[in-house]
């Protein structure tokens, strides 16, 4: 993997489904300053943008030098003509959408392609032979699947090379440092961990009194309501001297927890404008006291 630093860029945010406010402009820029930071990896997928926006934009770079950067896609997620996501795992939709996104791409291979989504109605060796059948044909390098448990990784396997996973970790939220991180350790599977920041809630710059604006999903998350969200806030206050005293932003601290975790590859962090990506693109792993000093606090306010 052509990873020069723990930190991939993840493209969501820029596609403009849930994030207000984006733009165009603003989004090639914080592809530009990641570039200017070091970041080499790139992850999208198809259902990113209503019209495959972040592929379209990704590709306005990709065009020009291919060979510098890794290039994750995603399939088996899609939008309805009514805006609505639906989730298609079968041969037919894999193998379109993987089509459909390289195009917008303007490249020819994935570095790595990846199932999204599980889908409840078709068995997961069926979408994962056809992952593997998409890399038999040349159409990517390593092949791998997102958002599952354990059992259902080992049945991905069954039918395909499961190189990479991504599934949710941060501070707050551990789960997959149970089973699925340890097996992936034991198997020698990258692991790509998203909501580090968990929405920006643990970036620290959202206010106890803070007021989201109108659209802005992010009320919906059971951590931004009630007695979750006043304990994240009591936890982000206990680790601001730890951050201080090692140089270091919450928001840094935050990812590099996660990305300390051993067996984890990178954190897949999203920004939309430059200024987001500047900050986290210095994240880093770290020593075990740092992290041990970021357990105890967490542990101490019942995380």
Known sequence: MNQNKPIALGLWPIAGVTTIGVTRDDALATIQAAIDNGITTFDTAFSYGYDG?????LGEFLRKHRERFYVIGKVGQRWTASHERAIDGSEKQLTADAEESLKRLGIDQFDLLMLHMVDPNIDIETSAATIATLQRRGLCRDTGVCNITADQRRAFANSAACNAIQTPLNLLQREALNELVPECIVDDCNVYVYWTLMKGLLAGKITRDHQFAEG????????????????????????????????MTI????????????????????ARRPDQILETCNAGRRSKEIVDQIDAVVQQHGG
């Open 53 to 57: 926006e972040s592929d379209r934009i």
């Open 216 to 247: 802005d999903s992010r009320p919906k998350y059971p951590i931004f309501q009630g007695e979750a969200r006043r304990r994240t806030h009591d936890i982000l206050d206990a680790l601001q001297p730890i951050a201080d005293a090692s140089g």
């Open 251 to 270: 928001a840094q601290l935050s990812i590099s927890w996660a990305v300390s975790q051993p067996g984890i590859t990178a954190a897949l962090v999203g």
